[in-house]
DNA sequence: GCATGATCATGC
DNA sequence: GCATGATCATGC
């Protein structure tokens, strides 16, 4: 514990000293010469610079003053616009006693109520010991950000509650997730309602929001519509429920007439989209206001045929060959899709030619034991880029040997490219460029869950 | 009707 | 010009 610093200034004007001074003359210990050590940058600074021993106290690092110090990277891009690089990974949760009390006295509150931020710009082509702090601030969360987190939080404990606590996900909240953390991801907690043993988790602030933090308070870049302007409509329901209610009265609406409505370009592929959009209030896009990033939302438009089952399997971004052999499941983009993305489905049901109507929208993201099933799939494809991907032509076709919609539950392989000449480079070749979908089956499967196939024939007589 | 390869339309 | 989200098209 440190109390060297009484106030959040003296702390805030001590950190602001560290600016420009390359971690390696603050590392006294050669902590950043060691192999795997995630939290070196931190503890250097911790160490090198304020004099204190790294720990992991309830309380706030710099006790006095109130204030928890962290040190956290961002990026460039290549259009000039910053970037997070990670999730800002806060205490963990302790599952046997956070329950038991309210969000004011909860551990993450003590501990977060107001932290110190030391960005540093990370590189790729640069050592660890030459990157440096840029800005260092006092951050405490905007009333119409502390709402969300509240929800979050309580979200988060509710499902401790109800046992669950080995189902958490970081898509299952907007800006404060339960992320993994341990040694290695078998680190396992007990849970107060359940003998099922749950992954250690930690409160971490999702990339999605320090991203926004980063736009909206220090690169001054933020100036994304807000969908939510009066932050009391979020006392009472969550933000997906407070969506859901200003979109119901036009449930069942016709997607002509919606178009006429406001004037949409109905042969655009994120029509659907806009219309949603427009709806909340949304002159852009849904996918670009300021909920939707820092929560990581991300719209999803999906039509139902006339018997009611999902015309289509989802695709997602096309991947890149090489770029998946490079990496491991644990890291993978996959992966982080999936634990950190929480999908807005709209749904749309076809009712006759060339006419469909709105039949509503749900919040979803995938639970953690589908997405060990999504490892299967992606597993199997780097083997076979690895192994050399075997292509068989056909009816004009160029068939491959990826995962099929038949091999697994949940997703497959198939192409994702303007046409077949769009390749990206295979180790020994290329081939068309390719992405991973879900299958339409499952897609069907959560549409039936949160009740919006009516009447599901076809797959299901 | 389904699976899977192929391609469209738009915005940035 | 390309990435992205969405949809078309063909053979079984």
């Known amino acids: 514990m440190n109390f060297t610093y009484a106030t959040k200034v003296d702390v805030l004007l001590k950190a602001q000293k560290a600016i420009g001074i390359p971690f390696k003359y603050l590392d006294k210990s050669g902590r950043l010469g060691r192999h795997r050590n995630k939290g070196g940058i931190g503890q250097v600074v911790e160490e090198g ?22 040190v956290t990277p961002y990026r460039r891009n290549f259009d000039g616009s910053i970037s997070a690089k990670e999730r800002l990974v806060l205490n963990i949760i302790d599952y046997m006693t956070e329950y038991e009390s309210t969000f004011e006295e909860s551990g993450f509150w003590k501990k977060n109520k107001s932290i110190l931020m030391m960005l540093y710009e990370y590189s790729v082509n640069k050592a660890k010991g030459d990157f440096s702090i840029s800005h ?7 009333l ?42 078998t680190s396992l907690r007990t849970q107060p309602f359940s003998d099922k043993m749950a ?3 930690a409160y971490s602030l999702k990339q999605s929001y320090m991203t926004g933090i980063l736009r909206r308070y220090i690169f001054g870049n933020n100036c994304d519509e807000r969908i939510i302007h009066d932050v009391k409509d979020l006392r009472n329901a969550s933000f997906e429920e407070l969506i859901s209610s200003r979109l119901r009265p036009y449930f069942g609406r016709t997607r002509s007439s919606l178009l006429d409505e406001f004037k949409i370009n109905g042969k655009s592929k994120d029509a659907s989209e806009r219309i949603i959009a427009r709806i909340l209030g949304v002159t852009g896009k849904l996918s670009q206001t300021e909920e939707f990033r ?42 982080e899709l999936f634990e950190s993305t929480k999908f ?40 076979i880029i690895r192994e050399g991907v075997r292509l068989r032509l056909a009816d004009n076709r160029v068939y491959n040997n990826f995962p099929k919609s038949s091999d697994n539950r949940i997703a497959h392989v198939r192409p994702h490219a303007r046409d077949r000449e769009d390749v990206d480079e295979l180790p020994d070749g290329t081939m068309t460029k390719q992405c991973f979908w879900l299958n339409r089956t499952y897609v069907m499967e959560i549409l039936k869950e949160a009740g919006l196939i009516r009447n599901p024939k076809g797959l299901y007589k």
């Open 294 to 335: 820092m929560a990581n939302i991300l719209p999803k438009t999906i039509r139902l045929s006339q018997n009611g089952a999902p015309e289509e399997s989802m695709s997602f971004k096309a991947f890149k060959f090489i770029e998946l052999l490079c990496q491991h499941w644990e890291d993978s983009d996959l992966k």
């Open 136 to 142: 260092a601030f006092l951050y405490e969360y905007p």
């Open 344 to 383: 807005m489905f709209i749904v749309f049901r076809i009712i006759e030619d060339g006419e469909q109507v709105f039949e509503g929208i749900t919040f979803w993201n995938m639970p953690q034991s589908d997405i060990s099933e999504v490892e299967k799939v992606w597993l199997k494809t780097v083997e």
């Open 199 to 201: 992954k250690q988790r």
């Open 144 to 185: 119409k950000d502390l709402v969300i987190i509240k929800n979050d939080w309580e979200r988060i404990v509710s499902k401790v509650r109800a046992g669950l606590a080995d189902e958490l996900s970081e898509g299952d909240t907007l800006y404060l997730g339960a992320c993994t953390k341990g040694t290695n991801a």
């Open 49 to 70: 610079h304020f004099g204190y021993s790294p720990n992991s106290d309830a309380e706030p690092d710099f006790k006095a003053a109130g204030v928890e110090l962290k």
